[in-house]
Structure formats: structure tokens, C-alpha cells
């Protein structure tokens, strides 16, 4: 199989691939744009609409906010469209006797399909980098400008119930914070629970309404809050309450949450530092599992590109005098069931009941073994 692909993309192309490659651009771009653009007005425009008359946000703005969803629901429609152009290209081919022009020169059906595979793959790298380099820039944007649109304050670094854990350079966990609220541009931290391990023999637990990093004293100090210190053999020592309280630290996780954002927003890299932050119990977040799932999903979302179009083109290739309209209904199932499929594995991996890894990479699997049955249907028939 390395092999097959090695000299699918290494060979030089040919007049024939030249020609089917270029046949793909229109209706590839007119396919992805006639779907992003229903994707847009069922699901964007009723939300910034709802801005403009809720907030008074200028039209300009709304138009921005619309326009910066574009690249994550791109990432969605490019499957579509590379479904849509395989199909139709292979299609005219096939009415024009193109195809059985090429079977009767000696050209086989998989050499027939390497200007396909070409495209999925340049289409799977369009998509990746979108994913990558583009999304994670324009999903932070949108919100700060949707932010500021309602509240017309710029948009602060917070993360709700926050969780993040204070070691000593051995590894050994010396506080464990707890946060309903952090607002990382201020270092206040709300609601705040704090169970303190540094004094041998004693725990002690502390609650408080807010507190806030005080970088001149190298620590927290906590307001209106109750201090419990509990003996090892687990006997309440003493409860008192304070106004303000001086918890020395060395650390704040301003920086950390500085890095966060939601899952579908990141790239790889982040990512990747999220996940063993969250592995090595340094942070805790609400979004981990959403999280192991994007992680998995920015491989396998864009290696669809490549296995729809090796569904769609065979799909278009019929015998003489049969109907074509069977095509588009297994044609409307692939895309239904490709995205139910995605939806449904999703959601189960974040809610635990399925492996991220096989929730990301089942859709696919899925795809690919229709692929291979459709192609080894058509060379049977040819």
C-alpha cells in the first residue's frame, strides 16, 4: 500500500491527469461554496442578526463575525465538495465515453483514479491547514469581537471552574487549587477552595470568597474565607475565620490558562501541551475528553478528503443506458451517514463511552471500506 501511494505521488503527471485534475476546480469550488453558504444562513446569520438588533453592533462588525466563522465551517463543507466535484467529473466522463475510450487503450481503473487520489490529497492538506493555522486564529477572534459587540469591554482571559495543582521541583503535590472563576488578566481567583499539604501531620483546607496573586509578597491573598486544619487521624484541630489571609507561592496559572481555549480552537501544538498538562495532573479542565477527541480528529478529518473522492468517482461511473438517479441517493447516504457517524462517535468519546482514537478514525473506516467495495465493484464491470 506505501508503495501504491509512493508512486501515485512521486510520478510525474501525465496529459490525463492534467485533465481530470483540472476538470475538478469548478465544481469542486462551486460545491463548497453552495454548502457553506447554506451553512452559513441556517446557522451564523440568525446569530448575528440576533446581535445586531439585541446590541446595536454596527453591520460591519456582524459582517466580520460572519466572515471569521468561515474557516472552522470550512473544515466541515471541503469533504462535500470533494465528494460532490469526484462524482460529477467522473460522471461527465463516463456520459462522454470517456472512460471506455481510456479501458479500451489498455488504461486501468486505478491509474484512471490517480489524478482523484492527487486531489484528495491536496484537498486533505487544504483542509488540515485551515484546521491548523487558521481556525485557531479566527475562533478567539470571533469570540472577543462577540464579546465586545454585547458587553462593549474587551474580552477577558478567564476560565471557569479551574482546577490547578502546585508541586514542588520533586513532583511532590504541595497545594491543590480550586476556582469557580479566573480571570487570568487580574490574577483574582473566585469561590476559591485550597487544600494546603506543606505542614507535616496537618491538612488544611481553605475556603474564601476571592483571592488574588500579589506578586511583591510571592503569594495568594485570600478574603473572607474559613481556614479548617485537620489532624492525620482526620479529627478537626481547629476552624476559624478570616478577613484576609497570605498563602505564600511560587506559582500563579495565569500563563496556563493564557493557553487555553476551547478544544476545536486549537492546533496541534497546543493541544498536545493541554493533553500532558491534563496527563501529568498539573491542570484539570471540564473540555478533557472534548479534548483527546479534537486531538485525534485533526488527522483523521482531513484524511477524509482523500477517501471520499475515491467514493465519489467510481460512484459516477455507470454502464450505458442505467440510471444515474440511484447514484445520488447512495450519494446523499454517504454524506448523511458520514456526519451522523462523526456526530454520534463524538459525542460518545466525550462522554467516556468510546475510545477518542476509534471515535475519530471509525467514520473513515467506514468511508474506506465503501471505497474499496465501490472501485472493485467498477473494475469487475469494466
Partial sequence: MIKFFKEIIFTRLNILDKYVINEFWMPFISGSAIITGIWLSADQLRHVFKLITTSDAPITLAMTILGLHLPQILVITIPIGVLWASFLVF??????????????????????????????????????????????????????????????????????????????????????????????????????????????????????????????????????????????????SRVSSFDVFFIPSGSTPATLIR?????????????????????????????????????????????ACLLIALVGAPLGILPRRSNSSWNYIVLAMIIFQFY?????????????????VIAAWIPNIVLLVIAVFIIRQKARLA
Wanted: glycine fraction near 4%.
Fill in 91 to 236: 460522471s461527465r466522463l463516463n456520459n462522454d465515453s470517456e472512460i471506455i475510450a481510456l479501458r479500451t487503450s489498455g488504461i486501468s481503473l486505478i491509474k484512471i483514479l490517480r489524478p482523484v487520489i492527487l486531489f484528495g490529497l491536496l484537498t486533505t492538506v487544504a483542509s488540515f491547514t485551515i484546521s491548523e493555522f487558521i481556525v485557531p486564529i479566527c475562533g478567539p477572534l470571533v469570540r472577543k469581537l462577540e464579546i465586545y459587540a454585547v458587553y462593549k469591554n474587551p474580552f477577558p482571559n478567564s476560565k471557569e471552574s479551574f482546577v490547578y495543582l502546585e508541586k514542588t521541583s520533586k513532583k511532590k503535590l504541595k497545594r491543590i487549587f480550586y476556582a469557580s472563576y479566573y480571570n487570568a488578566d487580574t490574577d483574582i481567583l473566585k469561590k476559591i477552595l485550597i487544600l494546603d499539604f506543606t505542614r507535616i501531620g496537618l491538612r488544611q483546607i481553605y475556603t474564601a470568597k476571592t483571592a488574588k496573586w500579589r506578586p511583591e509578597k510571592g503569594g495568594w491573598e485570600l478574603y473572607n474565607g474559613i481556614n479548617h486544619t485537620i489532624s492525620n487521624d482526620d479529627l478537626v
Fill in 259 to 303: 493557553e487555553l481555549s476551547k478544544p476545536s480552537e486549537m492546533n496541534f501544538v497546543r493541544l498536545s501541551k493541554l493533553l500532558q498538562l491534563q496527563k501529568e495532573h498539573t491542570i484539570h479542565t471540564d473540555d478533557y475528553e472534548e479534548a483527546r477527541v479534537t486531538f485525534h480528529s485533526k488527522f483523521a478529518r482531513p484524511i
Fill in 340 to 356: 451522523m457517524g462523526q456526530s454520534v462517535c463524538t459525542s460518545l468519546a466525550e462522554a467516556g463511552k468510546l475510545s477518542p
